[in-house]
């Protein structure tokens, strides 16, 4: 009888007799070698983000990575952030970057990083802003998996605070700038002369105003500002301004030597000052003086003045054409590429401009639109022409009272010169249009609209709650002042006996539903109690 023939039969007599001796085999056997071989262990012990941000803000995520292990790292690794719906990473989870930690990270020693990253600029999968407003950044460790660890497990979900924060999704607080008082040194001035402006500038909405840049600008009388006719005689510098609150600004401009051609034979004008020229506070478009006379309005005479000529000097003549932009859908918050063609028709060379791109409606009317941004030109000779490819980005949030479907149609306008800074003989070819642009909002099927920013609370308002009263018997006082003490010296024993004796980091274990299910989760995630899992299911001590 062959060896193993006996063994079968052997086996057979035990099972008939008395109870089968089993041969168990080592259990995750290189979980074994792994622990006690001198490795790192690599974990993320902090992460910190704002706790409230909105889709597409940008933001520093500042963590610290610690190698727990016995062994030093001899290379460099990365720790990548991801965006999730729930509070684990996942196959929905967004990765928002990636941060390198370079090599010689000592066994016990931690390294700290901060790392600028963006949300998406659309709401990622899973969010549901009707029943959960807050979404989770996390951190993996390594996850390309290029160092050797003793432990794998704890390179991420480990919980808030370590390496995954909590995000509430809060819109933008709005910001509204207008002027309340506006005024010039006096009504009378010369060509070539200067002029001084005393303008006050108030933030009247629940939003804090980023600084941003005025334009001061002249309009013929009987002409309304934001036209053609328009003529910036300078900028000035508004800080950043809180909610309802206001500054005051005064500024001295020098007067060009000579007035432009559309502006000869004038001699009244509306001076008068825009708050917001560079769009920082709100995307509608156009932005204009709207308050009146002595609120961002003044009337001043222009007369000629010791040096004024009445020749006309070359001048340059600058004209947009061509804008093309994509033919595929575009949603709300998507970048998409554009391109226009800039000439200088005139007799004279142009000096630095703006090239401005506004999303207008269907038929392309510049009284109402969106600021996308612009982009600087060095210069243009004459007769020359220069393409600009922009990129450009929707909002993925409209101004409030912007009302806009899910699905719709709009057109980018190429404005050369917004702000009037460049003399010309005419204005009117500083304008071109694209085709049509079909923009949707994702998931929506068609239905729905736009998000749109909260609305302006045009005056602050105030609610207080008067607090209940906490009626607390003599001895029910004691009783929870002496609990409160107990709670405050049992925090400070744990803290300090963390201090002096730090615990390793470890995810927490799927509980089974069975003994052997937990000691598989054991041996898996926790190394260090595979001696114990042993004792408690084999009787064995290793």
Known sequence: MSRLDRRVAARRRAWGHGPMILRFEPLEERQLLAARAALPDLVNSLLSTPSSLYWGNTFDAVGQVKNQGTAPVTQSFNVELFASSTPTIGPT???????????????????????????????????????????????????????????????????????????????PQPSLLQGTSFAVSSNTAQWGGPISVTAQVQNNAQGNAPATTASVILTP????????????????????????????LQQTFILPSAPPPQFNGVSAYTISMIQDSTYVTNDLYPHLPSQGLGLDQASVTITPGLNTTTAVPALPDLAASTVTVPTQLIAWGQSFQTQTVVQNLGAAAAGPFQVAFVLTGPQGLQTSGLWLGETTV????????????????????????????????GRIAVIIDPSNLVTE???????????????????????????????????????????????????????????????????????????????????????????TQNLVNDLKIFPSKVSKAYHDLLGLKL
């Open 93 to 171: 989870s967004v990765p928002l970057g990636m941060v390198t930690i370079p090599g010689g990270l000592a066994a016990g020693q931690s390294t700290t990083y901060d790392q600028t990253v963006a949300l998406p600029q659309t709401p990622i999968p899973g969010f549901d802003a009707t029943t959960n407003q807050a979404i989770y950044i996390n951190a993996w460790v390594d996850p390309n998996r290029v160092i050797p660890e003793s432990n794998r497990n704890n390179n991420y979900d480990l919980g808030g605070g370590l390496d995954t924060t909590a995000i509430t999704i809060t819109p």
């Open 425 to 515: 003989p005419i204005k009117t070819n500083n304008t071109a249009l694209s085709g049509p642009l079909s923009i949707y909002v994702p998931g929506t099927n068609g239905n729905g609209t736009v998000p749109t920013l909260p609305a302006v609370t045009v005056t602050p308002t105030a609610t207080v709650t008067p607090a209940s009263p906490v009626i607390l018997r003599p001895y029910a006082a004691r009783l929870a002042q002496q609990r409160a003490a107990l709670r405050q010296a049992r925090a400070a024993r744990l803290a300090a006996l963390h201090q002096a004796h730090p615990m390793p980091l470890h995810r927490a274990p799927r509980k089974g539903n069975s003994t």
């Open 221 to 248: 009388a009987g002409s309304l500002p934001g036209g053609p006719n328009d003529l910036t005689i300078g900028t000035i510098s508004v800080p950043a301004i809180a909610a309802w609150q206001n500054v005051n």
């Open 378 to 409: 060095a210069g243009l000779q004459p007769g020359a022409s220069q393409t600009i490819n922009q990129m450009l980005q929707l909002p993925g949030l409209v101004p409030a009272g912007v009302s806009l479907s899910s699905t719709s149609v």
